[in-house]
């Protein structure tokens, strides 16, 4: 059996023996393909249909893709992250819970199936399992898991790569999540230029490595994987707040303090979306026009829409800067108390896909400049817990 710690070597060109294991093994392999101008989560079947060269350019308000050197030695995990992560696979954006049928004499009910297929999660981040430790926290939790999540995260393998460069945006340095994975995965890559280094993190994992018989990697090649993490560490520039001098946020009480947010915010609930820890959701009817039946569906849902601040009757989160004060409290401050660590990973993307280029990490940081120095708690960087 492949030793946990152990870091072994998988040549370049040998490459599509790892899918050809996972085929053997019965999984689907979800990897990272470009589509419509970004990196998403796809099924695969060849390494050959991966991001391979593909670099994300992301800005405030800006997400594009550039090529690097399209050739046989690209690499294929230069892109830092898209508008998914692993939600969509797990708590998809359409559920359907059931179905009532209706005949001459009665109405019918059917619970929808929670069975769910073997996947292969290929090219997850640190960012990316940090916000599934977060998510599993939210819907695996006691007596009320959510079937539908669970069935699917007991049949999920996840390969994860350490990531070799930060994009402009990732700030998951500061939240202690990245970016280098150190837990959940279930094998771990590092890519270097002439191959791949594999780590087994798991029993799952190890059925995987011990069918593919890799020599040993050797101290060089750690070390070139070690230093390629660290340099990608310390190229981050933006940092957020740690999670006591967050806390603070909860002092801005006064509607003027959020109104200069709420100009610029256009409630379209982009950032919620893309955010893979949010997990705010509804629940809808879909009636078909055949009349016999109707399908009990859960659907995304995000702070931001306007329906979602209803509760008997009355809208408590009328104003836009209502809604945004909610989403920044709760995902940087009360979410400590239900998690017990902030509701961010660093990823950015909330940042990169504002319509608005609204920046949450400067946000924050003016926002606790408003409060007055007597108030202000001082912590250094700190992490999200
Ligand atoms: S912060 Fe940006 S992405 Fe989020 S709701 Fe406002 S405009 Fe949309
Ligand atoms: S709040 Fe923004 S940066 Fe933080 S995890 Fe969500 S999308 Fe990523």
């Avoid at 030695?73 to 819970?97: I, V």
């Avoid at 982009?270 to 569906?297: G, I, M, R, Y």
């Avoid at 940042?351 to 912590?379: F, K, N, Y």
Wanted: proline share 4%; glycine share 8%.
């Amino acid at each position: 059996m492949s030793s946990k710690f152990q870091k072994t070597q998988l040549a370049r060109d040998r490459f599509h023996t790892l899918f050809d294991v996972l085929h053997r093994q019965n999984y689907k392999v979800i990897g990272p393909v470009v589509r419509d101008g970004a990196v998403v989560f796809e099924r695969v079947t060849s390494p050959d249909q991966l991001a391979k060269g593909v670099i994300d350019e992301q800005q405030p308000g800006s997400y594009k893709l550039k090529y690097d050197k399209q050739s046989e030695d690209s690499r294929y995990f230069l892109w830092n992250n898209g508008p998914q992560a692993l939600k969509p696979l797990l708590f998809k954006p359409r559920q359907e819970l059931w179905m009532c049928r209706a005949d001459d004499t009665q109405l019918t009910f059917h619970p929808s199936s929670t069975e769910a297929d073997s996947i292969a999660v290929i090219g997850v981040r640190a960012c990316d399992l940090a916000a599934l430790a977060l998510q599993d926290q939210h819907f695996l939790h006691g007596n009320y898991g959510d079937g539908y999540y669970q069935a699917q995260r007991e049949k999920m393998l996840l390969i994860a790569v350490n990531c070799s460069r930060s994009g402009e945006q990732c700030f998951c340095v500061s939240t202690g999540d990245g970016p280098g994975a150190s837990f959940y995965y279930d094998l771990l890559l590092d890519e270097l230029d002439d191959g791949f280094l594999l780590e087994c993190g798991s029993d799952k994992g190890a059925k995987v490595l011990d069918q593919l018989s890799l020599p040993p990697a050797t101290e060089e090649q750690e070390q070139r994987a070690n230093r390629q993490v660290e340099a990608a560490a310390k190229a981050q520039s933006k940092q957020l707040p740690g999670s006591l001098q967050l806390a603070d946020l909860a002092k801005l009480l006064r509607a003027d303090d959020w109104k200069a947010i709420a100009e610029r915010c256009l409630s379209c609930g982009n950032c919620t979306l893309v955010c893979p820890t949010c997990f705010c959701s509804k629940q809808e009817a879909e009636n078909d026009l055949s009349l016999d039946h109707s399908t009990q569906v859960r659907l995304w849902d995000s702070c931001f829409s306007e329906e979602h601040g209803h509760i008997f009757g009355k809208n408590y989160r009328p104003e836009i800067a209502s809604r945004y004060r909610q989403w920044m409290l709760h995902k940087l401050v009360f979410w400590r108390q239900q998690y017990g660590r902030i509701g961010c990973v660093g990823c950015g993307r909330c940042i990169s896909w504002c319509p608005a280029a609204i920046d949450l990490v400067e946000e924050a940081q003016r926002l606790l400049a408003l409060l007055p120095e007597e108030e202000q708690t001082r912590h250094g960087g700190g992490n999200g817990q």
